[in-house]
């Protein structure tokens, strides 16, 4: 699914109005019902008050229309108009210009900041300030309802996006309304995906206001939100005549002594993966442990006992995976670099493989195309810098991904996938309970899984992802996140998978 900047979803309503076509306030009244109906599900109590708070634009004319519709419904539903600029929309006047026959509903309006109204405690606050319009940061009056609005205790749902917030751009200073839930109309704004955002955008949700489908067809978009239909169509289902060796021979360059468990973990989520043979080459205090815990992978020791040392004859593997556990002894340096200048494959990189990279840039010439690259945000900054903000470091992540030709995979809350084709996707599944160690060795047993039966490297990176995030989901729906641990990740691909043929999650 495309994501758009607010100039392309601006550009989407002139072209609905042009060729549905509609009148603006008539597209304003639909995208106030598409609002209503989700609010109505989520805050089904009608004996609840709920006073809206509203700019004079357009998201203004959103929230009177709802509170319009609201009204109807049964909702003691208040109006408090923000009225700063002495500047209104002319879709905001035609909705005011209907509230009159519905005499009461309360309207107020403050000219003033410190003369906003006091507000019931138990009451639902709707913050329709400002939308996507905005362009700079809020200051003086706004500013002063911003900060009104955040200390109060009340649950504040936003409209579009919370007031004060830049869809496309970092958003400096403390202006900017901290939303429980947001709704944002046609599709979620970029601003959503970012860490830097957290306090001010909570649970979001998004549904289409029917704008019209043409625009989406004919426009581009470098930023895209990974749905499960999209990841069901990645899926590739086994063909009945099939056996071990149509679905590839994996190779896991994993573990040292005492991180072996990294090299069992990736070991796992690989066979889970769905490959059909598995070879795991670790130092030689591994082999009975990997023996023991996953008997269905074959042993490649090497000749040093505690950290890997050997370039492996990689004739015969579908894929290579490289990384987890491994250390950054010199030993293990050299090995790395020579992997690298003998493969010809994508292969992907986790871990100390990228920590050995960033102490050796030179090595960029030596990656083969189209590898995937998995770094957590501490890694990525050490390969490629610090950056001021996440829209920086993600501008940056998409130039890396193009320059080296090279699939980034920065992991997260909505992990991030930079292509080489300058593609960005953002990824659905996943949550705080993964944050524990282990959860990237799984990911990278996975991404190679799946290389290794033939996915092409961009659907095997966004599948992998998406996979290994609901793992994630479903376990943490049955135990708990707080219980979470990465082999339960393992545990659950199956379900995953299960979900993934199902369409469902």
């Not at 699914?1 to 009244?29: C, F, G, H």
């Not at 609010?39 to 959103?62: E, H, M, S, W």
């Not at 219980?483 to 545990?491: N, R």
Request: aromatic share 8%; glycine share 8%; charged share 20%.
């Amino acid at each position: 699914m495309k994501i758009y900047s607010t100039a392309q979803i601006r550009a989407w309503d002139a072209y609905t109005l042009e060729n549905e076509p509609i009148a603006s306030v008539n597209l304003m009244n639909r995208a106030a019902q598409v609002f209503t109906d989700w609010l109505i599900q989520c805050y089904p109590d009608n004996t609840r008050p709920v006073v809206v708070f509203c700019g004079t634009g357009n998201n203004g004319g959103d929230g009177v229309a709802v509170a319009r519709l609201l009204h109807w419904l049964g909702f003691d539903a208040k109006v408090v108009v923000c009225d700063f600029a002495a500047k209104r929309s002319v879709d905001f006047e035609a909705q005011i210009a209907l509230l009159p026959q519905h005499s009461n509903i309360s309207i107020e309006w403050f000219n003033i900041a410190k003369d906003l109204p006091a507000v019931s405690p138990n009451a639902l606050i709707i913050d329709a300030l400002f939308g996507s319009g905005l362009n700079r940061p809020l200051h003086g009056e706004w500013a002063q309802v911003v900060d009104y609005l955040n200390k109060l205790p009340n649950e504040v749902v936003s409209i579009d996006l919370p007031s004060g917030l830049l869809a496309d751009v970092h958003t400096a200073g403390e202006a900017v309304v901290h939303a429980d839930q947001i709704f944002s109309f046609e599709r979620p704004k970029l601003a959503f995906f970012f860490p830097e955002n957290a306090e001010r955008v909570g649970e979001w949700s998004f549904e289409s206001i029917g704008l019209h489908p043409d625009f989406e067809r004919e426009t581009a978009s470098p930023f895209h939100y990974l749905t499960k239909i999209e990841a069901k169509a990645l899926f590739r289902p086994r063909k009945k005549f099939s056996h071990k060796g149509t679905f590839g021979h994996a190779l896991l360059v994993a573990g040292s002594f005492g991180k072996m468990g990294a090299a069992v973990l990736a070991a796992k989520s690989c066979i889970r993966s769905g490959v059909g043979l598995l070879t795991v080459h670790a130092p030689r205090c591994g082999n009975l442990v990997l023996q023991i815990s996953v008997p269905e992978a074959m042993s490649s020791p090497d000749h040093r006992a505690r950290f890997w040392a050997d370039v492996p004859d990689i004739q015969g593997y579908s894929s290579i995976g490289v990384g987890p556990g491994i250390g950054k002894a010199p030993e293990t340096a050299a090995a790395l670099q020579g992997l690298l200048q003998v493969c010809e494959k994508p292969m992907v990189l986790d871990a100390d493989a990228l920590n050995l990279l960033s102490e050796n840039p030179e090595w960029w010439d030596f990656i083969p195309k189209n590898s995937i690259l998995t770094p957590h945000p501490k890694e990525f900054e050490r390969l490629f810098g610090k950056t001021k903000n996440d829209f920086q470091r993600n501008d940056l992540q998409r130039k890396k991904a193009k320059k080296h030709k090279v699939i980034i995979l920065l992991k997260g809350a909505h992990t991030t996938i930079a292509c080489p084709d300058g593609e960005c996707w953002f990824n659905p599944t996943g949550n705080p309970g993964m944050a524990t160690g282990g959860t990237g060795d799984v990911l990278t047993g996975i991404l190679t899984g799946l290389l290794a039966q033939g996915y092409p490297p961009k659907s095997a990176a966004l599948l992998g992802v998406y996979l290994h995030g609901l793992a994630g989901d479903l376990a943490a729906m049955s135990i708990s996140q707080e219980a979470l641990t990465a082999g339960d990740l393992v545990d659950f691909l199956g379900k995953a998978w299960l979900a993934i043929r199902k369409n469902i999650s």
